[in-house]
């Protein structure tokens, strides 16, 4: 039997790729190693947001996505997730112009509902005042999590169609999409994790079904243009089969 997949194109190899998704680790691990307090590997952590984003414009991605802010981060000691919501705050106030200038489109996806209103409101303001922009959409997960995002999906799809729950044989992966928190932007090509942990971490798990995961130890204060360059020759390198065989790859259609 044929099974329909949302992943039906094979898109071209040996590229830049189109969507880049990083789990930014390592700002806590950074500074205990030069004995700060945590909190500054996040305020450093925010430098090397603006080199990637920067980065990834010059090198013609299309869709970059940041997880800054997982479901599970508000376990974190309460001063460190005060420090991270204004870090968010001070951000989005400083940046947006920033962004505007390098044609940035900022979207934000995840529970905004957890966040106080003040910060719903400069989320809300930022996402309007780029909505132009077309060169690099920039996507911030804040208070994301993958399994979160599916069952929101469902959800929102069942309150739009409630006759689908008496035909649940309806329901495949075509009609679920467009209700994702990413149903904007194609499937990631390449994910990076830094930090040198190997998982996936409840980010995009839907949406990372057939992209290339890419881990380096580099901690993310440290992450950089050469660190980019590193993880997308080691995506030029990769074959993508989507289930294919190689020989089907390589057999002119
Ligand atoms: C993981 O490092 C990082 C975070 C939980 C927060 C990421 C936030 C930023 C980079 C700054 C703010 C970003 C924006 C977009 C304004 P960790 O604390 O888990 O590090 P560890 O594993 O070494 O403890």
């Given at each position: 039997m044929r099974q329909a997949s949302?992943?039906?194109?094979?898109?071209?190899?040996?590229?830049?790729?189109?969507?880049?998704?990083?789990?930014?680790?390592?700002?806590?691990?950074?500074?205990?190693?030069?004995?700060?307090?945590?909190?500054a590997g996040h305020v450093r952590g925010v430098q090397a947001v603006r080199r990637t984003v920067e980065a990834c414009g010059q090198r013609g991605v299309e869709y970059l996505?940041?997880?800054?802010?997982?479901?599970?981060?508000?376990?974190?000691?309460?001063?460190e997730v005060?420090?991270?919501m204004r870090l968010f705050v001070r951000t989005l106030e400083k940046e947006v112009d920033k962004l505007i200038a390098?044609?940035?489109?900022?979207?934000?996806v995840g529970n905004l509902g957890a966040f106080d209103a003040r910060l719903r409101q400069l989320i809300a303001e930022a996402e309007q005042r780029t909505a132009k922009e077309i060169t690099l959409t920039l996507t911030i997960a804040a208070n994301y999590g993958g399994r979160w995002d599916i069952l929101q999906a469902i959800q929102a799809l069942l309150r739009a169609q409630p006759e689908l729950a008496q035909h649940?044989?309806?329901?495949?992966?075509?009609?679920?999409?467009?209700?994702?928190?990413?149903?904007?932007?194609?499937?990631?090509?390449?994910?990076?994790r830094t930090g040198g942990e190997q998982r996936i971490s409840n980010f995009l798990i839907?949406?990372?079904?057939?992209?290339?995961?890419?881990?380096?130890?580099?901690?993310?204060?440290d992450f950089n243009a050469d660190e980019l360059d590193r993880a997308f020759a080691w995506y030029r390198d990769r074959e993508r089969r989507f289930g294919r065989t190689s020989e089907q790859l390589h057999t002119p259609r």
């Open positions: 949302s992943t039906q194109a094979i898109p071209a190899t040996g590229q830049t790729p189109r969507h880049v998704a990083i789990i930014m680790d390592g700002n806590g691990r950074w500074a205990t190693r030069r004995k700060l307090p945590r909190t996505t940041l997880f800054a802010f997982s479901s599970e981060n508000w376990r974190r000691p309460a001063q005060s420090l991270l390098q044609g940035v489109r900022l979207r934000i649940p044989e309806a329901l495949d992966e075509a009609a679920l999409s467009p209700w994702l928190a990413m149903h904007y932007a194609p499937e990631p090509d390449l994910f990076i839907w949406q990372l079904a057939y992209t290339e995961l890419y881990f380096t130890d580099c901690y993310w204060p």
